[in-house]
């Protein structure tokens, strides 16, 4: 126990300190974990002993983030992109493997060994590459979809590569494999191999099934219980159970969370999941992170520089060159080709994985290992070095060829013009209006007795708090156009305006607001435009009992929208003073005063009889009078 | 601008007041152009009116005083049916009343001109004795000119752009850069100047 307190005190601790440091150095935090790892290291400070079973408990991280994965990928979502994943991704596996391969092989490792080192760097890494791409905007983009297409593949490729990975043993042949790599210990080795592969459908069966018919429902039931923890703990629990299930009938855990997530993307948790698990995620992923610093052999690395600069180079252009030449035999302009291949040059998270899984098969010696874990890590770390040097490159290339048609795409990726929080009687209806009028939105309430009555007429609404800034961002707020606030509490409606205004200060922001007051507080906290909830309504009956008492319909139109410019007008007036009880309240029956004067005018003029129904006033009525008068006299 | 709240004040009047009324202007490639080319004229003061009223309630009081305070009154419009849009219509109605631009005590407008900038689908060929519409532009505009005349304006010869849904961008250029110097020709040198001053 003491023990086990020391070493959370120091991986914590490492964290701590080595990630803000390295993320203000603009290294990314991957590099602070990394970079962390090694100094607590048993190679330099030697403040961590048991790093192999941290390690399996980090793994959990790889996990996680193959879950989320899935939860990004929508079977339809596949089906679009099917191009860019089997594609695209499977030739950039295929071909970065085998050009790595054949450089080792000319470096003279046995043909065995080479092919698992170009396997194992053909990774790219996912975490790196994604938040590479946001930063630079390019996320949406069809750059941002081929990388994505090919990260996806490569996620997808570690699990054959888990079983195919021992074969190349060069060792002891038939080195027991333990299915998986996380962990290992099937359950069902001992059965026969009918009964084996009976399992195997019947967890993969189950972990669909479940997802569809169990896990919503009692999403379902969590949510209307309103417990926060409850909904987190049992999104945990989901992920440990299928990664349980897996490795009992001895599949990967990885494909198991991957396969969860998938069938969870289609549901209205899925924002909701994403948000839950991600702190999980970034945690655990840094984690492993740490335990694969730790493992770097320092000395060795130290002693043989050259070797791993020349690793680390060779590594990059090779994975660039493979990567631009299938770009471009795929169609991609020269432009998107190159970031395309500058983002995925680095070597992967997953080779961190397939190392020390191959060093455990006896696939790859633990010097090379060492020194590949140590490549990749540089790797990684030089990716955004790389990303300065295309976009240089890329601006060389803009000056000499002046109409450069800029990635444009089309930019249907899911992504949502417009976020609607709160889906009540009031948020339908400005959403069929957007929807109706070709907007693409994502709807966000936490009424679940709402959501299912909305299902049931086929609406797709999510399920979540919008005042909470991690579910708007996985909302997509980052890149939509605009939020609507139509949440229906007062207090949450300001809490979320400020906090969305704070964070995207680019988002178009309009907010329903209860009466002047609220209205006030929503502009003075950054609402760019409000609506009083009940002022157009409220106004539709004025006109409308206006006809009833007999005013003609135009003419009792013309009433209320005489009263709303006024109010409006007052309602900017008075903006000024708001927060100034005394000078507010003085001001506020001046404006009273006019309005009444103003509304008095009108109704003057619109007098019945009047204007005998033509818009002119009398004076025209008792001119042409005169001038009959005068003809008949004369 | 005038204040729409405070009312008829006769402020120092100035420059063009262009008008435009176009219920689809997003769809319009003549009327669009035209307005881009002559709205950003220092002396100008744009009004669209199907922005500014979409639910048709003008407001006559402002619009009463934009009038005041302007030496030329310019309407731009793409030709509905042998005569202006509705909104544009109805601005006329609600705002040029018996008593402020006309009739007894209405002199509000005496003395300024009224320019008319009209496009038509049709080729000029069809505004013709013989041709497809029967009449020319000027017997269609006779309204408007009437109403200068009743209103003491004077009455400025129209801008016409004929078949502005077939024009090519190089020839739709053309005209909008026509349009811009017939608008700057309007602007009382000496207003201009004044305005620039305050």
């Given at each position: 126990m003491e023990n086990f307190l020391t070493q959370t005190l120091v991986y914590l601790g490492a964290a701590v300190v080595s990630v803000p440091i390295a993320k203000r150095l603009g290294l990314g935090s991957v590099l602070g974990y990394l970079i962390a790892g090694v100094v607590i290291g048993p190679f330099a400070l030697?403040?961590?002993?048991e790093q192999a079973d941290v390690m399996k408990f980090a793994e959990f991280g790889v996990v996680i983030l193959l879950f989320l994965i899935g939860l990004e990928v929508q079977p339809s979502m596949l089906w679009d992109m099917r191009k860019a994943i089997f594609g695209l991704g499977g030739a950039q596996v295929l071909g970065t493997a085998l050009a790595i391969a054949a450089a080792s092989l000319a470096l003279g490792l046995p043909w065995q060994t080479a092919l698992a080192v170009g396997l194992v760097l053909a990774m790219s890494s996912t975490a790196i590459v994604l938040q590479t791409l946001d930063e630079k905007g390019l996320r949406q983009g069809p750059v941002g979809r081929a990388a994505f297409g090919v990260l996806l593949l490569q996620d997808l490729a570690v699990i054959p590569m888990f079983a195919l990975?021992?074969?190349?043993?060069?060792?002891?042949?038939?080195?027991?494999?333990?299915?998986?790599?996380?962990?290992g210990g099937s359950?069902?080795?001992?059965?026969p191999i009918w009964a084996q592969t009976l399992s195997v459908f019947a967890a993969v069966g189950g972990v669909i099934g479940g997802g569809r018919y169990l896990v919503q429902p009692l999403f379902r039931f969590i949510a209307k219980a309103r417990l926060r923890e409850i909904f987190v703990a049992a999104a945990l629990l989901i992920v440990v159970a299928v990664a349980s299930v897996m490795q009992i009938v001895g599949l990967s855990p990885a494909l198991g969370a991957f396969l969860a997530g998938v069938v969870l993307?289609?549901?209205?948790?899925r924002r909701e999941l994403e948000s839950d698990i991600e702190p999980f995620r970034g945690l655990l992923l840094g984690l492993f992170f740490i335990t694969v610093g730790a493992g770097v052999n320092l000395p060795l690395v130290a002693s043989r520089p050259l070797q791993l600069l020349g690793i680390v180079v060779g590594l990059m252009v090779l994975k660039f060159i493979v990567m631009y030449g299938i770009a471009r035999l795929f169609g991609a302009p020269k432009r998107g080709a190159m970031a395309v291949a500058t983002a995925l040059a680095q070597g992967g998270e997953f080779a961190f994985v397939l190392l020390s899984f191959t060093v455990g098969a006896g696939v790859i010696g633990v010097q090379l290992a060492a020194l590949l874990t140590a490549a990749v890590a540089v790797s990684m770390a030089l990716t955004p070095v790389a990303m300065i040097l295309y976009e240089r490159v890329a601006a060389l290339m803009d000056a000499a060829i002046p109409d450069v048609v800029p990635d444009?795409?089309?930019?249907?990726?899911?992504?949502?013009d417009i976020i609607i929080a709160g889906f009540g009687r009031f948020g339908q209806i400005t959403g069929r209006l957007l929807q109706a009028n070709g907007f693409k939105s994502t709807v966000l309430d936490s009424d679940i007795e709402q959501i299912e009555l909305l299902q049931r007429f086929g609406r797709r609404v999510h399920y979540g708090d919008a005042t909470r800034l991690d579910l708007l961002r996985a909302a997509g707020a980052e890149r939509a156009r605009m939020l609507i606030v139509a949440v229906d509490d007062r207090e949450k409606t300001v809490e979320l305006v400020e906090t969305a205004r704070k964070a995207f200060p680019n988002l178009v922001i309009l907010a329903r607001a209860w009466d002047r007051r609220h209205a006030y507080d929503l502009l003075a906290n950054g609402a760019d435009a409000v609506e009083r909830e009940t002022f157009e309504s409220a106004l539709a009956l004025g006109a409308t009992a206006l006809q009833k008492l007999g005013f003609r319909a135009h003419r009792a139109h013309r009433a209320a929208a005489f009263f709303r410019r006024h109010d409006r007008r007052v309602f900017e007036e008075l903006r000024p003073m708001w927060g100034q009880e005394e000078a507010y309240i003085l001001a506020s029956r001046d404006a009273a005063k006019t309005m009444d004067r103003l509304l008095d005018a009108d109704l003057h003029r619109m007098?019945?009889?009047?204007a005998g129904g033509a818009w002119d006033t009398a004076s025209l009525d008792e001119e042409l009078r005169e001038r009959a008068e005068q003809e008949g006299a004369g | 601008m005038t204040d729409a709240s405070t009312g008829f004040v006769a402020p120092a009047t100035s420059g063009v007041l262009l008008v435009l009324a176009h219920p689809a202007l997003e769809r319009s490639r003549a009327n669009r152009a035209l307005a881009k080319a002559a709205k950003g004229l220092s002396g100008v003061t744009f009004k669209d009116l199907y922005e500014i009223y979409p639910d048709f309630a003008v407001d006559i009081e402002a619009e009463q005083a934009a009038l005041l305070a302007h030496d030329v009154i310019a309407l731009q419009f793409p030709l509905y049916w042998y005569s202006t849009p509705a909104l544009m219509k109805e601005w006329l109605d609600l705002v040029w009343l018996h008593g402020f631009a006309y009739?007894?005590?209405?002199?509000?407008?005496?003395?300024k001109k009224l320019f008319v900038a009209c496009s038509t689908g049709?080729?000029?060929?069809?505004?013709?004795?013989?041709?497809?519409?029967?009449?020319?532009m000027d017997e269609f505009l006779r309204p408007l000119e009437q109403t200068a005349h009743l209103c003491g304006m004077e009455w400025e010869t129209p801008f016409v752009v004929h078949g502005a849904s077939v024009k090519d961008d190089a020839a739709l250029k053309a005209e909008a850069e026509r349009y811009k110097a017939r608008v700057a020709s309007l602007l009382p040198a000496s207003r201009v100047s004044n305005k620039a001053e305050t």
């Open positions: 030697g403040l961590v002993g990975l021992p074969l190349l043993a060069t060792g002891a042949a038939g080195h027991a494999t333990d299915g998986g790599g996380h962990g359950l069902v080795a001992h059965l993307a289609e549901s209205e948790f444009t795409g089309d930019f249907d990726e899911g992504e949502p007098r019945p009889g009047d | 009739g007894e005590g209405g002199e509000a407008l005496k003395g049709a080729s000029a060929k069809a505004y013709h004795m013989h041709g497809y519409n029967r009449f020319s």
